[in-house]
């Protein structure tokens, strides 16, 4: 299932992470498997600052709802 808020996560992703990685493709693979709690995971580990970090984890939280409701 495809929604504005991963396709918002997907293009964040790529802006953010321009060079393909492990962690980047995993990211991405959560992302097409509908699997936020993984993406939480995944995004745990990654060195973002306060900003981005606030953002993606509004958009994790979004998704959840979505997948949630």
């Known amino acids: 299932m495809t929604t504005s808020t991963t396709v ?3 293009r964040w992703l790529r802006r953010q992470m321009r060079e393909p ?3 980047r493709e ?3 693979a959560a992302i097409a498997n509908n ?3 993984e993406a939480r995971q995944l995004v745990r580990g990654m ?3 306060d900003a ?3 953002h993606v984890e509004s958009l994790l939280a979004e998704w ?3 997948t949630a409701g």
Do not use: K
């Open 47 to 49: 060195d973002f600052n």
């Open 64 to 66: 959840e709802r979505e």
């Open 35 to 37: 699997d936020p709690s």
């Open 8 to 10: 918002s996560l997907l």
């Open 52 to 54: 981005q970090r606030r």
């Open 26 to 28: 995993r990211l991405e």
């Open 21 to 23: 990685t492990p962690t």
